[in-house]
């Protein structure tokens, strides 16, 4: 079936860095849309990052653009995250998730993907 696991959460102060992973497997991992999204304690869901299958294209909204970097390892079935300079208000539950393009785009809306991990959950604290 397919899994989704995350890890590389944890605590880090303001202005440093974290990576965080997402282990995939149970799907054809080069054909889908992948994304790392968070939520905050009373706050929507929310996309952070989107790759399209193949890394033809990204996507970022404006609050993490020039911060955070998603990329991905085919080979590995491995779908990273780089946040470089965090701050406060990044502190969420960040998810890793998998869904089908639609007209060969990637979507930043949760509901349009099939498959989640548990989350893994990031402070940023000083």
């Known amino acids: 079936q397919v899994q989704l696991v995350e890890s590389g959460g944890g605590s880090v102060q303001p202005g440093g860095s974290l990576r965080l992973s997402c282990a995939a497997s149970g799907y054809t991992y080069s054909s889908y849309c992948m994304g790392w999204f968070r939520q905050a304690p009373g706050k929507q869901r929310e996309a952070v990052a989107v790759i399209w299958p193949g890394g033809s294209s990204t996507y970022y909204p404006n609050s993490v653009k020039g911060r955070f970097t998603i990329s991905q390892d085919n080979a590995k079935n491995t779908l990273y995250l780089q946040m470089n300079s965090p701050q406060p208000e990044d502190t969420a539950m960040y998810y890793c998730?998998?869904?089908?393009?639609?007209?060969?785009?990637?979507?930043?809306?949760?509901?349009?993907?099939?498959?989640w991990g548990q989350g893994t959950q990031v402070t940023v604290s000083s």
């Open positions: 998730a998998a869904g089908t393009p639609s007209w060969g785009a990637c979507s930043s809306r949760a509901n349009q993907y099939n498959y």
